[in-house]
């Protein structure tokens, strides 16, 4: 296999190996899709008592009022939940996310850091993060996981006040829940970008080559 | 004491009620969205694109989900297990007053003429005077009070054990649901799942902050609710109802979510 990723012009294989599986392809477009409801639908509910000093353009969100974006955030979360559960318990069993996201080291992550700023950064093997791949998606999926349970604390503060009270109440869950949206959003944005400045990722995440 | 009926809540100026009130909830929208008479039929669930077809479509599966919901929240529901509360150091002050009106159609209610009618699957059906209502014995909890639009604030609620009341008056508490009808305008009505209405902290609420309750937080009676959020704490009383049938409310009807535990 390394003989067909020698060079950059020569990275993807005809009939090469699978670098994205089809368990990964599929949970990453339901959770691409479950994601962007809650994120939308959030920003409407979010708006009914704003945390900070703006509200949310009513054309990016989603339900059309508090009542709208509440049915779609209590929907989109049991797929996003289920969805993002069975791929934990996957990523865990099959060993995947430690053959695939560690070690993360510093100076790895500095070194690709920095070659990422200058457009060094080589994606000669799509099946080999570099560093700050590693650490991106390592990072979303604790955010992802944090997301969740901020979420679960603001919709249960009384019969999972534990949970809650992990968060120091209520209110704080709120800003938590609140901060894992950013984080999220930028991730996304870098995302998507990045994937569509290297295309072959993004046909590997659709077609698995 | 005319002076102090023109104030809302004794001591407190009403201006600067309503102006800390609106920082705490600035949700405009929603009053803008009630007034144009929505339901949830109505509306545009899609918003940015004309989808009719598929709007409908969605909402029934949105609908059906939140049924889902509803028995998940049953399910999770734990009889025993109490509200956080706090000190009194924590009271938010002043409390935020809060409905889908203005504070001035609040409704005025005469304490002295007003009667809790009690009907359906109850032994007696006597209605009670507020005279007669604050011989029961109180209790006064310190608990966070849930808006459905996030924000939160902490008051103290202080009134009789609603599970209290309805063993005095004979309520099949078997029966799936209590109903309550309030005095606001256009009425206001939610149902009270019966396990919810048996919790230990739901109250028949007479006092807020050791004061007789105010107009603004739903002079005579209040039912506080601290397992539940903010619209499932019915204002201004007028009865209630211990039923099998799902009568709807104000909200649920709406499209909140009808059990909305907290």
């Known amino acids: 296999m390394s003989s067909l990723t020698v060079s950059d012009q020569h990275v993807t294989p005809a009939t090469g190996k699978v670098i994205q599986p089809a368990w990964v392809r599929a949970m990453h477009w339901t959770n691409a899709f479950a994601m962007v409801l809650m994120i939308m639908s959030g920003w409407q509910i979010y708006n009914a008592s ?19 974006a509440l049915l779609w ?91 809650s009270a992990l968060f120091g109440g209520y209110e704080i869950a709120r800003y938590v829940h609140f901060i894992c949206m950013s984080l999220i959003v930028a991730f996304l944005i870098v995302h998507v970008a990045l994937a569509l400045l290297v295309p072959k990722s993004l046909r590997a995440m659709i077609i698995g080559r | 004491m005319g002076r102090m009926r023109s104030l809302l809540i004794p001591g407190v100026d009403k201006k600067l009620l309503v102006k800390d009130a609106v920082k705490l909830m600035p949700e405009l929208t929603r009053r803008r969205f ?93 209605s009670w005077t507020l005279e007669e209502l604050y011989q029961l014995p109180q209790v006064k909890q310190v608990t966070r009070h849930i808006c459905v639009e996030g924000w939160s604030a902490i008051g103290s609620w202080t009134g009789t054990p609603l599970r209290d009341f309805l063993k005095l008056i004979g309520a099949d508490t078997s029966a799936k649901y209590v109903w309550f009808q309030c005095a ?47 619209f499932k704490n019915p204002k201004y009383v007028i009865s209630m109802e211990v039923t099998n049938d799902y009568k709807g409310g104000y909200w649920e009807d709406q499209g909140y979510n009808s059990f909305s535990g907290s």
């Open chain 2, 34 to 126: 009630i007034s144009g008479g929505a339901s949830l039929g109505a509306l545009t669930l899609l918003t940015g694109c004309d989808v009719i077809d598929n709007s409908s479509a969605a909402e029934e599966v949105l609908r059906k989900v939140s049924k889902f919901n509803d028995a998940v929240q049953a399910w999770m529901f734990n009889p025993d297990a109490l509200a956080p509360t706090f000190p009194e150091s924590a009271i938010n002050k002043p409390f935020p007053f809060n409905a889908y009106y203005e504070i001035d159609d609040a409704p005025e209610v005469d304490g002295k003429t007003w009667k809790l009618e009690v009907r359906g699957l109850v032994d007696n059906k006597k």
């Open chain 1, 50 to 68: 704003p945390l900070f000093d703006f509200r949310f353009s009513h054309a990016i969100t989603l339900g059309g009022w508090l009542g709208g």
């Open chain 1, 73 to 163: 955030h209590f929907a989109a979360m049991w797929l996003l939940m289920v969805n993002g559960l069975v791929y934990l318990i996957v990523g865990l069993a099959t060993g995947r996310f430690r053959k695939k996201l560690l070690p993360i080291t510093p100076t790895g992550v500095i070194s690709d850091v920095k070659a990422a700023l200058t457009f060094k950064l080589a994606h000669d093997d799509l099946t080999k993060y570099n560093y700050v791949q590693k650490l991106l998606y390592a990072g979303i999926i604790v955010v992802g996981v944090v997301i969740v349970l901020s979420g679960l604390s603001i919709w249960k503060p009384v019969q999972l006040y534990w949970l």
């Open chain 2, 184 to 230: 606001d305008k256009e009425g206001y009505n939610s149902p009270l799942d019966m396990r919810t209405a048996l919790h230990p902290q739901t109250q028949m609420t007479f006092k807020f902050a050791d004061e007789i309750l105010p107009r603004a937080y739903g002079f005579p009676m209040k039912i506080r609710v601290p397992t539940k959020l903010g």
